[in-house]
């Protein structure tokens, strides 16, 4: 991951071999999608459906690891071995928390990275460390 980064693209950088003009259709994709999933979350998980809530979170895995944003609460983790037949602990609740706000950080400093200067494609060392 580059130094101070709370993301890496190293993923992407290597499927298309560092096209930038390939790679910033699908973070802009990221960047509109994945809050999205992640209000698709705390719904279920306020509305106390597991299911749902294990369903959501499954899908913003992908988003998370191509992005390769880590989950310091582990929260996607403990969701993948949520019983759906239990209640949603506070716990979880609370690991949710923190990991909203890792991935609300992460996509603004992606989106301040690349879509907040006038030559987008003037950054690609930061997106990519030697």
Do not use: W
Request: proline share 4%; net charge negative.
């Amino acid at each position: 991951m580059p130094e101070g980064k709370q993301y890496d693209l190293y993923f992407l950088n290597d499927y298309f071999d560092n096209d930038m003009q390939a790679i910033y259709p699908i973070l802009k994709m990221y960047l509109e999608e994945t809050p999205k999933e992640l209000s698709t979350i705390e719904s279920c998980l306020q509305n106390n459906n597991p299911a749902a809530a294990k369903a959501a979170t499954h899908k913003i895995k992908t988003n998370i690891s191509m992005l390769s944003i880590r989950d310091q609460s582990n929260f996607v983790n403990d969701m993948h071995h949520l019983n759906v037949t239990e209640e949603i602990s506070d716990g979880i609740r609370l690991q949710f928390r923190d990991f909203k706000s890792t991935v609300l950080s992460a996509l603004q400093e992606m989106k301040s990275d690349f879509f907040e200067k006038q030559d987008i494609g003037a950054d690609n060392a930061a997106t990519h460390p030697e």
